[in-house]
């Protein structure tokens, strides 16, 4: 899978430091409310997935991201509750990362955002409930539910940061109406009003 990312690359001698403070300053411009501890995840998430090696996977054809479909197959097919939770995990984890930096490459693919979104949020979701039955996972479930309620909104949160240095210009209208139209992104209505476009509700799909 080869994906474009961000337009400028930012050199900083803290990764995990400049995702945090560029989080942090996300979360203020998209208005989104999370516990610390939810933050701190997302954080982790962000920091991990930077090294290449942690989000794409080995396999006989070469070095390639896993599609979703194949960690949820993973994720029922395992033979134990704890590597069941490991791949719905991997499962919300990379939904999230990839809807919130690559949003925008989704154009002209068979699987869209909002395919990212309703995969991850459920996966998160799903992980909350096991993990409310378990004392090992008891602390993560509140974390995990977090995440799963508010898995658009987070993406919006990490469109901001990828995109912060990023200027749009009249060829992302129409991507970003169509992003609005799929998954109701307060941040792309926003940028379609700033943009000059007033977004109608006809034909958007209710999550």
Do not use: C
């Amino acid at each position: 899978m080869s994906e474009e990312g961000p337009a400028a690359v930012v050199a900083v001698p803290n990764l995990r430091e400049f995702f945090h403070d560029s989080v942090q300053k996300a979360l203020r411009n998209q208005r989104v409310d999370v516990d610390d501890h939810t933050e701190h995840y997302v954080v982790n998430v962000l920091t991990m997935f930077a090294r290449s090696e942690e989000l794409y996977e080995r396999t006989s054809e070469g070095v390639r991201l896993r599609p979703l479909a194949h960690m949820l197959a993973d994720a029922s097919a395992a033979p134990s509750s704890q590597q069941r939770d490991e791949a719905l995990r991997r499962l919300g984890d990379v939904s999230l990362f990839i809807a919130g930096f690559f949003a925008q490459s989704f154009a002209r693919k068979l699987v869209d955002v909002d395919y990212h979104i309703a995969m991850g949020g459920r996966a998160y979701g799903t992980l909350a409930e096991n993990m409310r039955y378990s004392m090992r996972g008891q602390a993560f479930a509140t974390v995990f539910l977090e995440l799963a309620k508010k898995f658009q909104r987070l993406v919006d949160v990490l469109n901001d940061v990828a995109e912060m240095a990023y200027q749009h210009t009249d060829k992302d209208i129409l991507r970003l109406y169509e992003i609005w139209l799929k998954t109701g992104s307060p941040r792309a209505f926003a940028i379609l009003q700033r943009l000059g476009v007033a977004p109608v509700n006809a034909g958007r799909k209710e999550h």
